[in-house]
């Protein structure tokens, strides 16, 4: 998969601008970053979020979600969302808000 800079700036404008957020290249597309814990990623075609295992169910009763796996188990509170619900600025900011608040209770990754 490649980069998708026009979700990358969607994503950005989701999240909105802070100093906690920052970003850089990861796992062939672009991951965000909160006080140096993932966040969310974007790559062409979709974006994963980070919502916690807590609010897991509730993301994947969105349009377009489904759960995240790698190497064929899956990631517990990580989701994709792909497809036609990728452009909805709703479900892509419900989605965003779930990770800031998710991420709002870790402790910061140190540099």
Request: hydrophobic residues 40%; neutral net charge.
């Amino acid at each position: 998969m490649t980069r998708d800079t026009g979700l990358e700036a969607q994503l950005s404008e989701d999240f909105g601008h802070s100093d906690n957020l920052s970003g850089k290249p990861m796992f062939g597309g672009w991951c965000f970053l909160m006080n140096g814990n993932m966040l969310a990623a974007a790559r062409e075609g979709r974006a994963m979020f980070r919502v916690g295992k807590a609010a897991e169910t509730a993301a994947l009763a969105l349009p377009g979600t489904e759960p995240m796996k790698q190497g064929g188990r899956a990631k517990p509170g990580f989701v994709w969302l792909s497809g036609p619900a990728l452009s909805d600025d709703a479900i892509r900011g419900k989605l965003a808000g779930m990770a800031r608040e998710y991420l709002s209770t870790l402790p910061p990754k140190d540099a």
